[in-house]
C-alpha cells in the first residue's frame, strides 16, 4: 500500500495528540503542517520534524505535497477548512464534532461527492479495540436486552483558560459540541436510533452550555442519561445495562478495560488497550479507505455523523442555545 501523506491543519493540543499517533502508522506519514502563521507553523514542524511548514490553509490546499488533510481548528473552522481541501482535491478527516451545525455537515458531505474525495468525522473512539470488542459482545448477548445507558464526559477549564475557544459561542463552543458528542453517539451505539423523546438542561456561560444534561428514552422503553461540562468535573464514566447485567467503564466513549457485572454468574474484566494513544486506528482505518477508493466509511458514516449533528441542534432548541452558524444555516 502506498503511504498516504497527510497535512495538518492547526497547531492545538489536539493536532499534537494526531500526530504522536501518525509516528505508529505504517500506511501514512506526516509530511506538512499548516497554521494561521508561518512562526506556529514552524514551531510546531520543529518539534515533530515535519518537512513542510504552511503560512496559510490556503497554501497546503493549492500544494502537492499531501494526500489527505486532518482538520484540527476550532469546530466554527470545520466547514471551510475541509471544503477548501476537499476543493483541492485532499482526502479529508476532520475533529469531531464534525462542523457546528447539522446543515453545515451537509455541505462538507456534498462538497465531498462533488470532489470524488474522501470525508470522515475524527470519531476515533469507534474504532478502537475496547469499543468494537464490547459492541460484539453485546450483540452476542452477553448483557441480555440493553435497557439503559449512562455517560459523563465532564472537565473544567483552568482559570488561565477563561478565553478559551471551547467558551465561546461564535467557535461553536460548550460541553455538548465538545465532549457531549461523545455520549450522544455512545447512545446511540449501544441503543440505535429509535429515540422517542428527548428532555435536556444546560447551565450556561458567555453564551454556551457549560454543563448539559440530556435525557433520552427509546421506543423499548431503554433510556439514555448523558452528561457534558466544561466548567464542572465529574467521574469520566459510563454504563451500559441490561437485563442479565452490567458493564462499567472508565473512559465510558473509548474504553481500554471492560468490567462486566452479571446478574448470574462470575464478575469479570476484559482489557482491550490502545496500540498507542487511541487515534491510531481512525488514521489506518482512513488509509485502508481511501486505499480501497471509498469515499465514506462504512462504519462512522456520514449517516451516523449527520444523525448525531441533527441531535445536537436539536438539543441545543431545547436549552436555548444559539449560534451565528445557525441563523447562516437558515
Known amino acids: ?21 501518525i509516528k505508529n502508522v505504517e500506511e ?11 512562526a506556529n507553523a514552524d514551531r510546531f514542524g520543529d518539534e515533530f520534524n ?9 497554501e497546503m490546499a493549492k500544494s502537492n505535497v499531501i494526500d489527505a488533510a486532518y482538520i484540527a481548528v476550532p469546530h466554527s473552522g470545520h466547514m471551510d477548512c475541509s471544503c477548501l481541501m476537499m476543493n483541492n482535491g485532499k482526502h479529508v478527516i476532520c475533529e469531531k464534532p464534525i462542523a457546528v451545525t447539522a446543515k453545515e455537515a451537509e455541505k462538507m458531505f456534498k462538497c465531498a ?31 441480555g436486552e440493553i435497557k439503559g445507558v449512562e455517560g459523563k464526559f465532564c472537565y473544567t477549564m483552568d482559570e488561565d483558560e477563561m478565553d478559551h475557544h471551547v467558551l ?7 460541553s455538548l459540541l465538545d465532549v457531549g458528542v461523545y455520549g450522544l453517539n455512545f447512545a446511540k451505539w449501544y441503543l440505535g436510533e429509535n429515540v422517542k423523546g428527548i428532555s435536556a438542561f444546560s447551565d450556561k456561560f458567555n453564551g454556551v452550555d457549560s454543563h448539559t444534561c440530556v435525557l433520552m428514552q427509546y421506543e423499548n422503553g431503554a433510556i439514555a442519561d448523558i452528561s457534558s461540562a466544561v466548567l464542572l468535573k465529574k467521574p469520566n464514566e459510563g454504563y451500559i445495562y441490561g437485563t442479565k447485567g452490567y458493564v462499567h467503564l ?18 469479570f474484566d476484559v482489557d482491550a488497550p490502545y496500540e ?55
Open 276 to 330: 498507542g494513544n487511541g487515534f491510531e486506528e481512525q488514521i489506518r482505518h482512513m488509509c485502508e479507505c481511501v486505499s480501497a477508493g471509498l469515499t465514506k466509511s462504512p462504519v462512522v458514516t456520514p449517516e451516523s455523523t449527520l444523525y448525531i449533528m441533527k441531535q445536537m441542534d436539536e438539543i441545543r432548541k431545547l436549552t436555548g442555545v444559539v449560534y451565528p452558524q445557525d441563523e447562516k444555516a437558515l
Open 113 to 143: 461527492e462533488e470532489n470524488g474525495v474522501f470525508l470522515m468525522e475524527a470519531m476515533w473512539a469507534r474504532l478502537v479495540a475496547g469499543t468494537i470488542k464490547l459492541l460484539n459482545m453485546i450483540n452476542d448477548g452477553v448483557l
Open 28 to 38: 501514512a506519514e506526516l509530511v506538512a503542517v499548516a497554521s494561521r502563521t508561518q
Open 250 to 267: 472508565n473512559r465510558f466513549y473509548a474504553p481500554q478495560k471492560l468490567e462486566f457485572h452479571l446478574n448470574d454468574d462470575e464478575d
Open 1 to 21: 500500500m502506498k503511504k498516504l501523506r497527510f497535512g495538518i491543519v492547526g497547531t492545538g493540543n489536539i493536532a499534537h495528540r494526531f500526530a504522536e499517533a
Open 50 to 58: 515535519i518537512p513542510v511548514r504552511f503560512g496559510s490553509y490556503e
Open 168 to 174: 465561546k459561542a461564535e467557535h461553536g463552543g460548550g
